[in-house]
């Protein structure tokens, strides 16, 4: 028979996961309905998905393509595979952000895991991050792009992203309940984080001292991570590799650890 | 028989109103940078209640606006965790606060049965097996597959009802929701507590209406601001409670 204790239900980390499990069968659903309503009235919403990164990259390239064209051969497929991971993650930061400070009114009504707006919010941004690579493969189809061993690379890099994605989502998301204005100075954040990131230009552009610094970037660490296999056909630097992965791992428990911790204060907060 | 199904000791939930606007990083910015703390009030919903409901009882929660009824039921039903103070609860819940809680208005009926469930942690399986039942208590077959947003407020209280109970649970907790729905639901809707209760569920109602929580309660409490004032025998209670509002 199912026991309920205040006082003694095991730490909040574990508890939280093991309700996760309990109740997957909610997050799958709540992950299926907001791509639902996203595309049900329209499949046009599969279409823009596509299209707007597709044009996105076509007026960029026309418009700095000739100037990065001696460091960057095919400027599109490096411009594009930066932007997606770049869109995957502060859309999905933002998503979550978003769900938690209004559609958490159902947290104050009745038990879900608090986590679940958090998942579902993932899911959909994977979802959407799937339909947009196709974007990625028609522009590599019509560059002639080489394809490479290091390929087999991709899946690994998507697993690593979304880790940390899921992570960074929890962080964001405990502090926006707290804070009514973290969404706002979060999108003025990234938007002048869009163009310290190398995304848009080649790292090879700044001055050595500002690259240097530039290291420290957790998104440039991640979009490298990423577009190196498809742009340059190797794999990642194993430093790199090894940057990314710590960096996934510690934002997702420090994400983990900080929800949790402060989730019985939603119900107060939200 | 005898066992303790809902125990709650020193249970005290406070919540801490902020004087100034919504906190924002803003604000806390400047009151640091101005060297002030934010002052809050804090305000204790629940004041360190203790009381303990056996297997089968039925209790009756009584009391003004905002005396602390629904919270009451919120901390037994873990929707918020007490600050202070430990809460027990053997066995599944099935928690009638807000009817349809988590019902998505632009999805339908169907749609919406099968996430009313997920909420409420069952299974996609489970609820498949249940449809049929479901759809049948709620009494609304012809609009299964209309947003529920075309629905009146009591055919979504009807399908939220019948989601919530449609497997006997061992403790039911009912928040002011028996008067929704017209005569006929009423009655097919106590029938079916009723029948819960003789099954051995324990009930717990929040009700403003006196006759309601005579006819099923053998034990009633009285809150007010936060505390128990007073419980016992459902017609002690109830006889005090009358008195005192006229008064
Ligand atoms: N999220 C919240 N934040 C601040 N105060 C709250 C919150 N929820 C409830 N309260 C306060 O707690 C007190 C008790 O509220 P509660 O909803 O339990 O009253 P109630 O007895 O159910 O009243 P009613 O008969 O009107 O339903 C109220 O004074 C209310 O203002
Ligand atoms: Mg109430």
């Known amino acids: ?270 | 028989m005898n066992t303790t199904v809902i125990q709650l000791d020193n249970v005290t939930v406070r919540f801490r109103i902020p004087h100034e606007k919504i906190p924002t990083f803003q604000e806390y910015a400047i009151r640091w940078l101005k060297r002030r703390s934010i002052s809050y009030t804090d305000f204790n919903a629940l004041n360190n209640i203790s009381f303990s409901i056996k297997q089968g009882e039925t209790v009756g929660i009584i009391g003004a606006n905002g005396a602390g009824k629904s919270t009451l039921l919120k901390v037994i039903a873990r929707v918020i965790r007490p600050m202070q103070g430990r809460v027990f609860l053997k066995g599944r819940v099935a928690p009638l606060l807000e009817l349809g809680a988590g019902f998505d208005y632009e999805m339908t009926g169907r749609e919406n049965i099968f996430l009313n469930g997920a909420v409420l942690g069952f299974s996609r399986r489970d609820m498949a097996n249940r449809l049929e039942r479901i759809v049948e208590f709620a009494g609304i077959e012809e609009f299964m597959d209309a947003p529920i947003r075309t629905y009146s407020s009591g055919m979504v209280a009807r399908l939220g009802f019948a989601i919530a109970t449609d497997v006997q649970p061992d403790v039911l907790i009912i928040d002011e929701i028996l008067s929704v729905g017209d005569t006929d639901f009423q009655k097919k809707s106590a029938a079916r507590i009723l029948h819960y209760h003789k099954n051995g569920s324990t009930i717990l109602v929040v009700s403003h209406n006196p006759d309601s929580i005579r006819n099923l309660c053998s034990r009633a409490m009285w809150l007010a601001q936060g505390s128990i004032k007073m419980a016992g025998p459902v017609d002690v209670i109830m006889d005090q409670y009358s008195q005192d509002s006229m008064s």
């Open chain 1, 1 to 270: 028979m199912v026991e309920y204790d205040s006082a003694k239900s095991s730490p909040a980390i574990i508890d939280e996961f093991v309700q996760l499990i309990r109740y997957r069968d909610l997050v799958f659903l709540m992950t299926g309905n907001i791509l639902k309503n996203r595309y049900k009235r329209s499949m046009l919403g599969i279409f823009w998905m596509l299209l707007n990164p597709l044009l996105q990259t076509i007026v960029l390239t026309i418009a700095f393509g000739t100037m990065f064209k001696s460091s960057l051969s095919h400027y599109a497929i490096y411009l594009l595979s930066g932007l997606l991971v770049w869109n995957f993650i502060t859309q999905t930061t933002q998503y979550a952000m978003g769900t938690m400070a209004y559609g958490g009114g159902l947290l104050k009504k009745i038990y879900v895991p608090r986590a679940t707006y958090i998942v579902a919010a993932v899911g959909n941004g994977m979802v959407n991050f799937f339909i947009s690579i196709f974007s990625l493969i028609i522009i590599i189809i019509f560059l002639d792009h080489p394809l490479g061993a290091a390929w087999f690379f991709i899946p690994i890099s998507i697993l690593i992203l979304t880790i940390f994605t899921f992570g960074f989502s929890l962080l964001l998301s405990t502090a926006s309940v707290f804070f009514t204005d973290t969404l706002d100075i979060y999108q003025v954040l990234i938007q002048a984080l869009f163009f310290l990131t190398p995304i848009m230009y080649p790292l090879s552009i700044l001055s050595p001292e500002l690259s240097q610094f530039l290291a420290w970037n957790p998104f440039l660490i991640l979009i490298e991570m990423f577009r190196t296999p498809i742009y340059a056909n190797h794999l990642p630097d194993t430093s790199l590799i090894v940057n990314a992965v710590s960096l996934a791992f510690t934002t997702l428990l420090a994400g983990w650890i900080a929800f949790t911790s402060k989730a019985d204060q939603l119900a107060y907060r939200l």
